[in-house]
């Protein structure tokens, strides 16, 4: 007989782990299951509540995985599905500022061709937003509204080793989109290292837009878990007003300048090197409407085909929709890089998959 509810052996013994360290740390038994507080109601774990919920009675029969469980016995799920396919957006974002950055830099990065990456100084660069801008605004969202950081799955009590974890990727992630898109551009495939930047994008507001059970924009524009749970649009305008908000508007008037300033700078100089008139209004439109037009519209076109159409139909659709869309000859994504890298006539004519700099 097969585990209740598709859950896998290995939850099923977190489940049997979790159980026990409950019924260790209440009392006043129930008589209608083996826990010593019936686990109806909310139940003290550690130093926090988790909701739970009671399954059917379930007879383990012969399947060896649950020769350890009582004869028959009620499976209580903690959330534990929930907390595993918690993701974070900072992971992509952290990789589409490396991206983007090398990107900004390319023309330098290819013209000093003896300079290693971690030599370069648009790497130290990189590293000092990183770790100066990008790192602490994520720790102090993640300290100061940690279920809204968490997208409603964990609270102040996570563990510390996924604290830990969260400020590494907060850097490597960075390190390893600059690091990439760095080589591509050695190797004159610019277009290429501007596709990882949109891919990034795309991956970091797919997240908040469709999640991984459709509701990512309910998450997103949520104060708290409470909220969550009774998501209407008018908590969406409640949001708009919230801590959270008042928060992300407040670091967004620091790092958004910074990281656009950043960029602007490295592509004009790159260009006036070259020899080639740019705009910083027009570079900044280009890597602006890269991000938040371009990577944020297949983001949201996906979605609306994965909720519409279901995953077996939609997600085929998306990837369709992107490959023509991103296409180097084909796809409107074309102007946006064009406008992003100030890149040539010269360069677009050769298919901008493998641009030729001037120097």
């Given at each position: 007989m ?36 019936c686990?109806?109601c ?6 926090r509540?988790?909701r739970?919920?009671v ?11 649950w020769?350890m469980?009582?004869?028959v ?11 595993m396919?918690?993701v974070?957006v900072d992971?992509f ?21 003896e ?14 937003f990183l770790?100066l ?12 509204f940690s279920?809204?950081e968490t997208?409603?799955?964990g609270?102040?009590n996570l563990p510390?080793?996924l604290v ?8 490597s ?6 690091v ?6 050695r190797?004159s ?19 908040l837009?469709?999640g991984?059970?459709g509701?990512?924009?309910?998450r ?9 749970e ?8 409640t949001?708009?007003?919230?801590d ?12 958004l300048?910074v ?10 100089n790159?260009?006036r ?8 209004l027009?570079i ?5 409407g890269s ?5 944020f519209?297949?983001?949201l ?8 159409l279901?995953p077996?139909i ?7 929709m992107i490959?023509?869309l991103?296409?180097?000859r ?6 946006f ?6 890149a ?5 004519t050769?298919a ?5 700099y001037s120097?």
């Amino acid at each position: 007989m097969e585990p209740p509810h598709g859950l896998s052996q290995l939850e099923i013994i977190i489940l049997f782990y979790a159980a026990a360290q409950v019924s260790t740390r209440v009392s006043s038994p129930c008589a209608s299951c083996f826990f010593r507080r019936c686990p109806g109601c909310q139940l003290r774990f550690g130093e926090r509540h988790q909701r739970v919920q009671v399954f059917m009675s379930f007879d383990p029969g012969n399947n060896p995985s649950w020769t350890m469980a009582p004869p028959v016995f009620k499976v209580v799920l903690i959330n534990v599905k929930e907390r595993m396919n918690m993701v974070q957006v900072d992971i992509f974002w952290s990789y589409g500022i490396g991206a983007g950055l090398a990107v900004a830099a390319h023309r330098q990065i290819a013209k000093q061709k003896e300079v290693a990456v971690l030599a370069s100084p648009y790497f130290s660069q990189m590293l000092l937003f990183l770790g100066l801008i990008f790192v602490p605004s994520g720790f102090w969202l993640l300290w100061e509204f940690s279920s809204w950081e968490t997208m409603h799955v964990g609270d102040r009590n996570l563990p510390v080793w996924l604290v830990g974890l969260f400020a590494i990727t907060n850097v490597s992630q960075g390190v390893l989109g600059f690091v990439i898109c760095f080589h591509l551009i050695r190797r004159s495939k610019l277009y290429a290292a501007w596709l990882h930047f949109i891919a990034a994008y795309f991956g970091f507001f797919f997240i908040l837009i469709h999640g991984w059970d459709g509701q990512g924009y309910q998450r997103f524009l949520s104060p708290d878990r409470a909220a969550f749970e009774n998501w209407s649009w008018s908590t969406a305008a409640t949001w708009l007003t919230s801590d959270v908000a008042l928060t992300l508007y407040g670091m967004g008037i620091i790092l958004l300048p910074v990281l656009g300033g950043m960029t602007v700078s490295w592509l004009r100089n790159g260009a006036r090197e070259a020899g080639i008139r740019s705009s910083p209004l027009s570079i900044l439109g280009g890597f602006f409407g890269s991000a938040l037009v371009f990577a944020f519209g297949l983001a949201l076109v996906s979605s609306v085909l994965i909720i519409q159409l279901g995953p077996v139909i939609g997600v085929p659709l998306s990837f369709i929709m992107i490959l023509v869309l991103s296409h180097p000859r084909l796809g409107i994504g074309l102007w946006f890089y064009r406008t992003m890298t100030v890149a040539t006539d010269g360069q677009l004519t050769r298919a901008a998959a493998k641009p030729v700099y001037s120097n």
